[in-house]
């Protein structure tokens, strides 16, 4: 430990010069010796002594005790008095200020050293309670914050499952009360609206339980020889089905290769949601393409769109559960998405990005390595 440095304010050199002496002689470094309560206060600010010993009556405008109230309130530095002023008055006012010790000349050479040592341990001891009450603060606050975030995403959630709910509601009462009289094209309308309503709620509720199995970390990762091809055909189809004539979703390949080492569950998270947020974020009658490139160690998918693009000021926190863009308006939803196809990505070894360009469109690049010798152990 570094020897305690100590400011001395004492108007008699006689006491003052002895005082230096004892205390250098028990180990301790006086840093300075100051007459007056106005340098007192100057010095405490330069030299940020560990204690100040303070005479009551001094040199100039003020005395000891006021001098250590603004040494005290201002630079939180301890003050012991050494006064002749034992009067009942000045102890009263003394003792209003809050001193770290009041000793009594002629001083005790060992009382000096027992006081100086118990003020440095105590101003030391209120340090740490300090600190330990603002780190309490700090966690409480950020409990609060976790807690109203916590429930904001609890409100985004069931606020979309409630859409759907309505939509499917509405339908089957619209049936039930006028089916009999509707013509054959509005009752299919209205099973149109029940179906999809329906998908959309099972998609929720799929991307609510990986995310939840991915947070767990029981998002288990499976990787097995596939005809990636095949299986990205597929979703192409079924999703051209689900839009009807509304979007062209175009797929491509580029290479000659077919089977790819990679989990079959995973990738038809981060295939849909990237198509499904590629037809969302677009207008009716625009075009989205999935082009699948195989690089010597990597299998490379991108997904296009024309779409609404996503801001800058957006664009950092997207990955994370429950973020959305600036610029989403009344599109519906949760934000979960993204946050599956990266934990999808990194579970397989690869990486992410995108590239997007406000009302122009987006393109989101995932890079996987597909040999059973580049995979994550
Ligand atoms: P869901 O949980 O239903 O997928 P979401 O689509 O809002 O809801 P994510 O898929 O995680 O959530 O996407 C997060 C956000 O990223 C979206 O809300 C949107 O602002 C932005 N985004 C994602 N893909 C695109 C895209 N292709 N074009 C424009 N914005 C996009
Ligand atoms: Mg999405």
Redesign the pocket.
Known sequence: MNPIRILIVEDEQLVADDLRETLEYLGYIVCDLVASGEEAIFKAEQLQPDLVLMDIRLEGEIDGIEASFEIQSRFHLPVVYLTANADRVTLERAKASHPFGYILKPFDERILGTTIEIAISRHQAEIEVKKALFAAKNNQEIAESQNQKTSQNLYITVH?FRNPLTTIKLSAEMLKAYGDQMSEQRKQNHINRIESATDSLN??LE?ILTLGRSESQNLVFNPKPIDIVTFCEEIVESLQISVKEQYKINFSVDGNSRIACLDEQLMWHLLN?LL???I??SPVGSKVFLKLIWAENSLCFQVT?E????PPE?QSH?FEPF???T??GSI????????IVKRSTELHGGTIYFD?ALGKG?T?TVKLPWKLDTLPV
């Open positions: 979309e998609n929720l991307n949601n499904a947020n590629a969302k974020y769109d779409g609404i693009g996503i957006s997207l973020q959305r863009a610029n989403v519906p939803g949760t934000g979960l998405g993204l946050a997007s987006t989101f």
